[in-house]
T-cell receptor, first 115, second 114 residues
């Protein structure tokens, strides 16, 4: 298996622009997670899905952030409009049955820079 | 509120020396505990996990961790460090129950001297 795939690996954009991050989980995994990693706040769970349904989005920082999972093999995290404080590395992870209690397999991350 | 504390931001050890990375959690009931490792520019990889049973847990790459309820700790150990172990290590806690809540510590960066 190719593992969790994220695109793009790097994104540089200007404040106010829309940003879309993409994730393809490991085939057969029921759970998908989005994380944000910064020096100040560390690794934060933003939202997670089970069978394409959002289960907990309490970590999403504000309404500018939205996530979708239209099918079992694809998810997006969108920031609109983007702000400099959104600069971070965003990770996608997936796991099989057990969700939070099971091993998560992480993608390589998307490094987002908002100027 | 539950939290995870990794007191050491950065640790340097010599290759071949033993290693212990500290993790303390605050949570009333028995938590689900994890250690992940992150190599530079990469995502996280699970080293080991503890849910219940034997409090000494063996993981991959020669790592082990011990759950001590009395100290609210879950420290990671390795008897002999290799240069390839240089990375950042994260302790994580999931609160049990029907609605899990996953929290990561801030991480400990490990440097290995030749």
């Amino acid at each position: 298996d190719a593992g969790v795939i994220q695109s793009p690996r790097h994104e540089v954009t200007e404040m106010g622009q829309e940003v879309t991050l993409r994730c393809k989980p490991i085939s057969g995994h029921d759970y998908l997670f989005w994380y944000r990693q910064t020096m100040m706040r560390g690794l934060e769970l933003l939202i997670y899905f089970n069978n394409n349904v959002p289960i907990d989005d309490s970590g999403m920082p504000e309404d500018r952030f939205s996530a979708k999972m239209p099918n079992a093999s694809f998810s997006t995290l969108k920031i609109q409009p983007s702000e400099p404080r959104d600069s971070a590395v965003y990770f996608c992870a997936s796991s099989s049955a057990g969700g939070l209690y099971n091993e998560q397999f992480f993608g390589p991350g998307t490094r987002l820079t908002v100027l | 509120a539950q939290s995870v504390t990794q007191p050491d931001i950065h640790i340097t050890v010599s290759e071949g020396a033993s290693l212990e990375l500290r993790c303390n959690y605050s949570y009333g009931a028995t938590p689900y505990l994890f250690w992940y490792v992150q190599s530079p520019g990469q995502g996280l990889q699970l080293l080991l996990k503890y849910f219940s049973g034997d409090t000494l847990v063996q993981g991959i790459k020669g790592f082990e961790a011990e759950f001590k309820r009395s100290q609210s700790s879950f420290n990671l150990r390795k008897p002999s460090v290799h240069w390839s172990d240089a990375a950042e290590y994260f302790c994580a806690v999931v609160r049990g129950g029907s609605q899990g809540n996953l929290i990561f510590g801030k991480g400990t960066k490990l440097s290995v001297k030749p």
